[in-house]
Nanobody, 120 residues
Framework: VQVVESGGGLVQPGGSLRLSCAASGTIDYIYVMGWYRQAPGEQRELVASITVDGSTNYADSVKGRFTISRDNAENTVFLQMNDLKPTDTALYYC???????????????WGQGTQVTVSS
């Protein structure tokens, strides 16, 4: 299984970015897809997650500014980030909770991360 993120970069405060994450491999079913972030010297934290039926969960710090969505047919999840703040600067990781073909166990797979820097 591969999990690949894209879309990070440098943006000014108040700007927008859209992150994408695609999972591929011997995947039978993806239960939850989510975005986490980790700033230097900080613990990794949940930013947003979405279940297969579209139920979402957001960190309080991003509610009203970030929107998570997914394409189940393409095993892809997106994070639209608006009104970005310097405090959003971090390495953003994609996480998938999934089941492999011919299996019953749930696994978590992580991407390598994509850097988001908000600075003037």
């Amino acid at each position: 299984v591969q999990v690949v993120e894209s879309g990070g970069g440098l943006v000014q405060p108040g700007g927008s970015l859209r992150l994408s994450c695609a999972a591929s491999g011997t995947i039978d079913y993806i239960y939850v897809m989510g975005w986490y972030r980790q700033a230097p010297g900080e613990q990794r934290e949940l930013v947003a997650s979405i279940t297969v039926d579209g139920s979402t969960n957001y960190a309080d710090s991003v509610k009203g500014r970030f929107t998570i969505s997914r394409d189940n047919a393409e095993n892809t999840v997106f994070l639209q980030m608006n009104d970005l703040k310097p405090t959003d600067t971090a390495l953003y990781y994609c996480n998938t909770e999934l089941r492999l073909y011919a299996g019953t166990v749930r696994y978590h797979y992580w991407g390598q991360g994509t850097q988001v820097t908000v600075s003037s």
